[in-house]
């Protein structure tokens, strides 16, 4: 039987490497934060047909207006998010979206002050905050019947560690990203942080159920062989489904439009820790909480 436990030790010091990593990068180059968080301008515009997504976003690349979000809506509406622009320029970024990507009808422009930025960094803290909190009671109560002298709480306990090291090594990687290569976190990142964190402790919920189920069936056994027996038993399973979720990823990183491309970059990584800490964290991390009670 594949032996998990046995290099408990090794899998928390390759976590602890992952930790190390994301906390210095932010510590040192904090995040790159998008138009969202800093403010700028958001341009709606309607067009008259069915347009080209990529046309028009090679006109806005081609007005020189710096970073920018493109988010199409319903009804051939298309919402533009720049950086404060002058006038002169935000005209030039029409005129080009009209040459390529064809006629339209400017609905609003306005701008995104600092103000509303910073309100929404703090409600994404919340949403994170209140995710975090949520899970937690919500493993204590599915599992309020586990066998004793198990807790509940352990197993909620022993989850959010799991999420905690997922949180930090996205963030970690997107604050290199953006220190090197200038990619900036927006609300869609904030969205793909909060889809890992479900991804992440689904995964960690189906191993947890199966080691509910064998503390009654080998209740004379030790906790670490019926935690190892556990993964062995979902490893595979995990496995498969992280992989099918990878592939469709890769697939629109790799054609994929490029308004996208980051926040599929964020679940990309996020899955593949995200499976990592589910079997090699989690577990252990019950069976250590366990054992020194």
Same mark, same amino acid.
């Given at each position: 039987?594949?032996?998990?436990?046995?290099?408990?030790?090794?899998w928390?010091v390759?976590?602890g490497?992952?930790?190390?990593?994301g906390?210095?990068?932010?510590?040192?180059?904090?995040?790159?934060l998008?138009?969202?968080?800093?403010g700028?301008?958001?341009?709606?515009?309607k067009?008259?047909?069915p347009?080209?997504?990529?046309?028009a976003?090679?006109a806005?690349?081609?007005?020189?207006?710096?970073?920018?979000?493109?988010?199409?809506?319903?009804?051939?509406t298309?919402?533009i998010?720049?950086?404060s622009?002058e006038?002169?320029?935000?005209?030039?970024?029409?005129?080009?979206?009209?040459?390529?990507a064809?006629?339209?009808?400017?609905q609003?422009?306005?701008?995104i002050?600092?103000?509303?930025?910073?309100?929404?960094a703090?409600?994404?803290?919340?949403? %994170?905050? =209140?995710?975090?909190l949520? @899970? !937690?009671?919500?493993?204590?109560y599915? &599992?309020?019947?586990? +066998?004793?002298?198990?807790?509940?709480?352990?197993?909620?306990?022993?989850a959010?560690?799991?999420?905690?090291?997922d949180?930090?090594?996205?963030?970690?990687?997107?604050?290199?990203?953006g220190?090197?290569?200038?990619?900036?976190v927006?609300s869609?990142?904030v969205?793909?942080?909060?889809?890992?964190?479900g991804f992440?402790?689904h995964?960690?919920?189906?191993?947890?159920?199966r080691?509910?189920?064998?503390?009654?069936?080998?209740?004379?056994?030790?906790?670490?062989?019926?935690?190892?027996?556990?993964?062995?038993?979902?490893?595979v399973?995990?496995?498969?489904?992280?992989?099918t979720?990878?592939?469709?990823l890769?697939?629109l990183?790799?054609?994929?439009g490029?308004t996208?491309?980051?926040?599929? %970059?964020a =679940?990309?990584?996020?899955? @593949? !820790?995200?499976t990592?800490?589910?079997i &090699?964290?989690?577990? +252990?991390?019950?069976m250590i909480?366990?054992?020194k009670?």
């Open positions: 039987m594949l032996n998990i436990l046995k290099y408990y030790k090794l928390f390759v976590s490497l992952i930790l190390l990593f906390i210095g990068s932010l510590s040192i180059y904090g995040l790159n998008g138009i969202d968080f800093k700028g301008t958001l341009t709606e515009i067009f008259e047909r347009y080209d997504l990529k046309a976003e090679s806005v690349k081609s007005a020189e207006l710096g970073n920018f979000q493109l988010q199409p809506a319903d009804n051939n298309l919402l998010k720049t950086v622009a006038k002169e320029k935000h005209d030039l970024m029409l005129t080009k979206i009209r040459e390529m064809g006629d339209f009808t400017e609003q422009f306005q701008s002050g600092p103000l509303v930025g910073k309100e929404l703090k409600n994404a803290f919340y949403q %994170l905050l =209140l995710v975090s949520g @899970i !937690v009671f919500y493993i204590a599915a &599992f309020r019947k586990v +066998p004793k002298p198990f807790t509940s709480w352990k197993f909620g306990l022993a959010i560690i799991a999420l905690l090291h949180l930090v090594f996205v963030l970690g990687v997107f604050s290199l990203l220190h090197f290569k200038g990619v900036e927006d869609m990142f969205t793909a942080l909060l889809t890992v964190l992440s402790v995964d960690t919920i189906v191993v947890f159920d080691i509910r189920e064998n503390l009654k069936f080998y209740a004379s056994q030790s906790i670490e062989f019926v935690v190892n027996h556990s993964i062995a038993q979902t490893i399973r995990s496995l498969n489904t992280s992989l979720v990878l592939f469709v890769l697939a990183l790799l054609f994929g490029e996208i491309r980051y926040f599929v %970059l =679940l990309f990584v996020g899955i @593949i !820790v995200g990592y800490s589910s &090699f964290i989690a577990s +252990p991390a019950l909480m366990q054992k009670k």
